[in-house]
């Protein structure tokens, strides 16, 4: 079984600040790990993942994330906020093999002037 | 490529009603799935094809749901009757490969009344 968990239901920054927004996954074998980003009446928006390689992604719109193995995390971050970043944020995993990807509940990201 | 096409964009339907969502996948992918969005549930995966054929059913709600993808390039979701419980925001979303990205429609807006 493969699961996500995003912890917060909202996070909250001030523009310019650095952002994070956290995952922590469970999977048996390899975990491939996405992040997608839903701006209010959209589909979600693909923003980066990881397969392999590098532990540090960088994707769409400056952001970027890191893979930690050993604490099964995969932390979205941005090193300043822009208001237009408040969207949903959600966390996904699929498994080596598989084809089928599991969501998080997703982060609701609100940043303030 | 004009993206992932979903029609409806919204439908206002009465209980008992029947309901057809459509989907044109981007070409050449051949993995499309069906999700569901509410506030209450977050996002769920109802059923996904590969290369047209149906893989894994097991998020359909019950009966009433059905899902077909006659050809590589349009799926239907049907509801039939159509309850309250059934409103959401349905979206279609494809891809390539396994480790590819999920590519999302902008959704239809189903609202049973």
């Known amino acids: 079984a493969q699961s996500v968990a995003q912890p917060e239901d909202q996070v909250n920054v001030a523009e310019g600040n650095p952002l994070t927004v956290k995952c922590t996954y469970s999977?048996?074998?390899?975990?491939?790990l996405f992040w997608y980003v839903q701006y209010p009446n959209r589909g979600l928006q693909f923003l980066l993942k990881?397969?392999?390689?590098?532990?540090l992604v960088k994707g769409s719109y400056g952001f970027e994330a890191e893979f930690n193995k050993s604490q099964t995390s995969f932390h979205l971050k941005k090193p300043s906020a822009l208001v237009s970043d408040s969207a949903l944020y959600f966390c996904?995993?699929?498994?080596?093999?598989?084809?089928?990807?599991?969501f998080g509940t997703g982060t609701q990201l609100k940043v303030e002037l | 490529d004009a993206g992932v096409i979903q029609s409806p964009r919204h439908e206002v339907t009465e209980m008992g009603q029947e309901v057809t969502l459509r989907c044109k996948p981007i070409s050449g992918h051949n993995s499309l799935f069906w999700y569901r969005q509410t506030m209450m549930r977050g996002l769920e995966l109802l059923i996904y094809f590969n290369n047209n054929v149906p893989i894994d059913d097991s998020g359909m709600p019950e009966d009433r749901f059905s899902a077909k993808m006659p050809n590589a390039s349009f799926s239907t979701l049907k509801i039939q009757p159509s309850e309250p419980r059934d409103s959401a925001v349905y979206f279609c979303a494809a891809k390539t490969s396994a480790t590819g990205e999920l590519f999302f429609g902008e959704g239809s807006r189903l609202t049973v009344l």
């Open positions: 996904a995993v699929i498994t080596g093999g598989g084809n089928k990807l599991t």
């Open positions: 999977v048996s074998g390899n975990p491939y």
């Open positions: 990881y397969i392999t390689g590098d532990n």
